[in-house]
């Protein structure tokens, strides 16, 4: 069965302090994809990232950026210098298979995320 | 360019009655699904579809029917609405296939049974 853990469930950081969102998924299946999410105050559902997992490779995104590692099965999150705008919940979610139809996105319980001035 | 819409965005309900949720996406995507958010819970899966007239139960379906017969359109029916329902509702649509891309997400119905 397939499961997403994001273990913190409220971080706090000050302006431009770096700080790493954690993701840890389970998974039988060798095909799989992994995505985050950003849920701001207002509440809509905004995507950030996906990755499958053949692509190992780290991605950087302006102050976002992205550690895939398939042999501690985690897909962890950093934001580098940290702004008040990036205050949100922020989600972990893995869809199983490839070339199938129905393959749901799993999430995690999300990470809020508060950052002060 | 919509989307994925969901309507309405908020709803009271009296414990007991029935209602449906609309959701309607306009990209021609053959995955729908309908989440519940709880505080603390994350995005939790009520149902889900991978095409007309085909659909299935995802993690906490009871309460909940849902119908599929067109490609566009995934309403969620509440038949006895309990307080336990109380909750912010997504409506998700992905393609899927050998591109399997991420949910786009409608825009959440914050529903509140009394």
């Not at chain 1, 950003?38 to 490779?57: A, C, M, T, Y």
Request: charged share 15%.
């Amino acid at each position: 069965a397939q499961k997403v853990t994001q273990a913190q469930t409220e971080i706090s950081v000050v302006e431009k302090e770096d700080v790493t969102l954690d993701c840890v998924y389970e998974t039988r299946d060798t095909t799989y994809y992994l995505f985050w999410y950003k849920q701001p105050p207002s509440g809509e559902l905004v995507f950030l990232i996906r990755r499958n997992s053949f692509d190992e490779q780290n991605e950087i995104s302006g102050r976002y950026s992205w550690n895939f590692q398939k042999s501690t099965s985690s897909f962890n999150f950093t934001i580098t210098a940290s702004q008040v705008v990036d205050s949100a919940v922020y989600f972990c979610a893995l869809s199983e298979g490839f070339n199938q139809a129905g393959t749901a996105l799993i999430f995690g319980k999300g990470t809020t995320l508060s950052v002060s001035s | 360019n919509a989307g994925v819409t969901q309507t309405p965005k908020f709803q009271v309900l009296k414990t007991g009655q029935s209602m449906t949720l609309q959701c309607a996406q306009d990209m021609n995507h053959e995955y729908m699904s309908w989440y519940r958010q709880d505080p603390g819970m994350g995005l939790r899966l009520i149902h889900y579809s991978v095409g007309a007239g085909i659909t299935d139960q995802g993690e906490v379906p009871n309460g909940y029917n849902v119908s599929r017969s067109t490609t566009e359109d995934f309403p969620l029916r509440l038949l006895l609405a309990a307080p336990s329902q109380t909750s912010v509702y997504f409506c998700a649509s992905r393609m899927t296939g050998s591109t399997n891309t991420e949910a786009f997400f409608g825009q959440g119905t914050r529903l509140t049974v009394v």
